[in-house]
């Protein structure tokens, strides 16, 4: 590597953080490896490029190539999950779902969207975050029996608030989102519905999980979880209508399409530059999602997860909603006497990466929690089945029940890295 001469600092950080994905099992169901081909993309010569503006309208000269990149990307995330239209210039979920909020309301606006502590996510409303302070979000909850949304509050809420969008899907709901109940509660109080599918992305579109498209107004999602492509944002749409709000182009009178002005959302209303390097790993990454054999892969995904859900039954441990239909399971440690912090540092410290979450009705706080999140994106991408996914939690079992015991620590560890040694990662990247 060149970097090796020129910043040994920033070589040295880049090797360990390589060694540290190839010697760890990577359990954060929001993460996932990319490969080789997307990483060379996203490291390679369009960084160096400013296409403010979209393919053929730009306010920069020399875009011809970056045109193409951009073009390819949306063509192929249109092949991809059905739809007509779609925008990968977000850099983020996070901004992704900005330029939908700001395009479909008013500042000040009644939004629904699922509670954080019960699987949303921070641009679903909450205080802290832009959504929070500049819309009037109500949170929706998950039935306390079920672990699953509860349609009965839904209905209640929307017909007392009467908001102009509800949001569905969020990051720690482990079951098939239910666009077509949310449809029913948005069509009666005449919501716009905008689902969030950062998580199952990569499910939905190989058909393991039900598709927005046909039911949703708007889709956002993230393009690195499940869908395993670089670090990044997209919106979609399957049809895709004359604004209602009378908004109109100015020279020719013709009322603009909601794709025109979600594309002005985006940039210039919340971004400028876009990041084409990522655009264009985007493109490839919605390449390889599109052949036959990452079907199998987002299956294996799903298999995995059923096999660490059924092994942590079967061991005595509390899941939300008692189980799971994609990649992640939520795991209650209330019983455990273990909080998730407790269990997510322990843990680390045998090479198994995790985040605490909270919990459905966590009495504890957020720096805490009573939870931890496990997905099998990223581990499936190593080539792992259901046999290390049964050791896994086997491991993860013990390391829970003593987490303080050093010496049992160090021997999770040393059966941590034998499954790695046998799954390398990155193998060509370590110096
Ligand atoms: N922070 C991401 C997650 O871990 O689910 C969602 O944006």
Request: charged share 25%; hydrophobic share 40%.
């Amino acid at each position: 590597m060149i970097l090796e001469n020129t910043d040994s600092k920033m070589y040295n950080i880049l090797q360990n953080e390589i060694r540290r994905e190839d010697e760890t099992l990577e359990l954060i169901a929001s993460e996932n490896f990319v490969s080789n081909s997307v990483l060379e993309m996203a490291g390679g010569v369009m960084t160096n490029k400013y296409a403010e503006g979209y393919p053929g309208k730009r306010y920069y000269g020399g875009c011809q190539h970056v045109d193409e990149a951009e073009i390819l990307a949306q063509d192929r995330a249109k092949s991809l999950f059905s739809a007509t239209y779609a925008n990968v210039q977000p850099h983020s979920g996070s901004q992704a779902n900005m330029a939908v909020l700001m395009t479909f309301l008013e500042i000040g606006d009644t939004v629904m969207g699922l509670d954080l502590a019960h699987g949303g996510h921070l641009t679903h409303g909450s205080p802290v975050n832009f959504s929070g302070q500049l819309f009037n979000f109500v949170s929706y909850h998950v039935h306390h029996d079920t672990g699953r949304v509860d349609f009965d509050e839904v209905w209640d809420l929307a017909r007392k608030h009467k908001p102009k969008m509800i949001i569905c899907g969020g990051s720690a709901y482990p079951r098939f989102i239910e666009f077509e109940q949310f449809r029913e509660v948005a069509d009666e109080v005449n919501a716009f519905l905008m689902a969030d599918i950062a998580h199952p992305a990569g499910l939905v579109a190989t058909g393991l999980h039900p598709s927005p498209i046909p039911t949703c107004d708007v889709i956002t999602t993230t393009t690195h979880k499940t869908l395993r492509g670089p670090r990044g944002g997209m919106i979609m749409m399957g049809e895709d209508k004359e604004n209602p709000w009378g908004k109109v182009a100015t020279k020719s009178g013709r009322v603009k399409r909601i794709s025109e002005l979600i594309d002005s959302m985006v940039m210039p209303g919340i971004q400028g530059g876009p990041l084409m390097h990522i655009i264009a790993a985007k493109a490839v990454a919605f390449g390889e999602a599109l052949k036959p054999e990452f079907r199998e892969y987002t299956r294996q995904i799903v298999d995995n997860a059923k096999c660490i859900a059924e092994e942590f039954l079967s061991r005595g441990y509390n899941l939300v909603s008692g189980g799971t239909d994609t990649h992640l399971v939520l795991i209650d440690l209330t019983e455990n006497g273990i909080t998730g912090k407790k269990a997510e540092n322990s843990l680390e410290k045998v090479g198994i990466t995790v985040n605490k979450n909270m919990v459905p009705f966590d009495q504890k706080s957020p720096f805490v929690t009573s939870g931890i999140r496990i997905g099998t994106p990223a581990v499936t991408t190593r080539g792992m089945k259901q046999d290390e996914m049964k050791t896994i939690v086997a491991l993860i079992d013990k390391v829970v029940s003593s987490p303080d015991s050093e010496d049992l620590l160090s021997t999770v560890m040393s059966e941590v890295q034998d499954i790695c040694k046998d799954f390398p990662l990155y193998k060509e990247l370590i110096g």
